[in-house]
T-cell receptor, first 113, second 116 residues
Framework: DGGITQSPKYLFRKEGQNVTLSCEQN?????MYWYRQDPGQGLRLIYY???????QKGDIAEGYSVSREKKESFPLTVTSAQKNPTAFYLC????????????FGEGSRLTVL | AQKVTQAQTEISVVEKEDVTLDCVYE???????LFWYKQPPSGELVFLIR??????QNEISGRYSWNFQKSTSSFNFTITASQVVDSAVYFC?????????????FGDGTTLTVKP
């Protein structure tokens, strides 16, 4: 089945450590996105990529980094510079159809101890 | 600046009741698009509907219906005869064009609990 696969589903990290969240898609979509979701809040855009080898900062990019070396993959690194990294992270891709529909993965929950 | 307000943080209903989730938006754009997404306990958001600003026709899909009123800047979502499987967080989102749908402004979501 086509879709977005995120891993790991749960991740624990000590303060000061970098951690990389994986996002893979087999939908052949060009555009991919990373969001952060905190309890009781909507999604906030961290980074996005409209095409391979190109990405742009979203609204809350500080303390995060990404790469887009392959169309299928858009990993997110949460660096030690991110002051409050404990959150639920969602990856998505956008349909090239005119609906603009977003397809989401099941998310990765990061807890910093 | 765009803004989406979902004033209902949590709603609890008993199965078979009808329930309406409110979404009020603010934008200075004359053309824009509104979306509803469902986030079940599994975590992934699921697209439900898109509506553009120049089409005020209401839409019905099975037990789901949407009421778009430009005059009140609202795009409300009604579930008829709710079921336990409807329990989820529902998000309303706004963007100025579909190619930027990934940069949508999301509301804070409404958590719907349907009790048997």
């Amino acid at each position: 089945d086509g879709g977005i696969t995120q891993s790991p589903k749960y991740l624990f990290r000590k303060e000061g450590q970098n951690v990389t969240l994986s996002c893979e898609q087999n939908l052949n979509h060009d555009a991919m996105y990373w969001y952060r979701q905190d309890p009781g809040q909507g999604l906030r855009l961290i980074y996005y990529s409209q095409i391979v080898n190109d990405f742009q900062k979203g609204d809350i990019a500080e303390g995060y980094s990404v790469s887009r070396e392959k169309k299928e993959s858009f990993p997110l690194t949460v660096t030690s510079a991110q002051k409050n990294p404990t959150a639920f992270y969602l990856c998505a891709s956008r349909s090239p159809q005119t609906t603009g529909e977003l397809f989401f993965g099941e998310g990765s929950r990061l807890t910093v101890l | 600046a765009q803004k989406v307000t979902q004033a209902q943080t949590e709603i609890s209903v008993v199965e078979k009741e009808d329930v309406t989730l409110d979404c009020v938006y603010e934008t200075r754009d004359t053309t824009y698009y509104l979306f509803w997404y469902k986030q079940p306990p599994s975590g992934e958001l699921v697209f439900l509907i898109r509506r553009n600003s120049f089409d005020e026709q209401n839409e019905i899909s099975g037990r789901y219906s949407w009421n778009f009123q430009k005059s009140t800047s609202s795009f409300n979502f009604t579930i008829t005869a709710s079921q336990v499987v409807d329990s989820a967080v529902y998000f309303c989102a706004l963007t100025r064009d579909v190619t930027n749908a990934g940069k949508s402004t999301f509301g804070d979501g409404t958590t719907l609990t349907v009790k048997p």
